[in-house]
């Protein structure tokens, strides 16, 4: 099937990493695929970040996405669990960044709210509300909640970007003759 608009989501993780990818037409939306990237098998972090590279570019190359969301990392009391999932976010950044592909960037409670009306909703919640918005089978549902959390942040990017831009209002009178000298005699 062609699709006006392919929508990569990933959920960046240095263990297990999600990714989601949505084909939009008009405002019909489909999973073209979803899976996770498992890195526990590397022992050195750098491995890692060169896989989550090397996996996003394919998935890159295989897809061809027009956008790119990803979940922004969420802070923690760990700091250096935070850095190596900046790190993880931004080797999967990379690959996109690469292809010239834009990247818009969501914070967790977004996502949820997005998909389920609850910034709060859990995992399975999330990975609920999906499987009922795309009709898919229980039992293929993926393994890994992470996948699901990935579809979430594709889903999430398309509403976001789906919404009607409205052009923002003056601020003074002084910016307002600025931007409509037309309308001031």
């Given at each position: ?36 990237i498992q890195l526990n098998k ?131 009178w002084k910016e307002f003759i ?8």
């Amino acid at each position: 099937m062609d699709f006006k608009r392919i929508i990569i989501g990933i959920d960046p993780g240095t263990t297990v990493m999600g990714y989601g990818i949505i084909g939009i037409n008009g405002k019909e939306m489909s999973i073209i695929a979803m899976g996770a990237i498992q890195l526990n098998k590397f022992e050195s972090h750098y491995l890692r970040l060169k896989r989550i590279h090397e996996r996003i570019t394919g998935l890159v190359n295989q897809y061809l996405p027009d956008e790119f969301a990803i979940e922004a990392p969420f802070y923690g009391k760990n700091v250096q669990s935070m850095l190596k999932l900046g790190r993880a976010q931004g080797a999967a950044m990379a690959a996109a960044l690469a292809h010239d592909i834009p990247i818009a960037e969501y914070a967790p409670l977004k996502v949820k709210q997005s998909i389920t009306g609850n910034g709060g909703a859990s995992k399975e919640q999330v990975a609920e509300m999906l499987r009922r918005m795309f009709g898919v089978p229980k039992d293929k549902m993926p393994h890994f909640l992470d996948a699901t959390d990935a579809l979430a942040v594709a889903v999430c990017h398309y509403y976001e970007s789906s919404k009607p831009q409205t052009e923002k209002g003056c601020r003074s009178w002084k910016e307002f003759i600025a931007k409509n000298p037309d309308k001031v005699k």
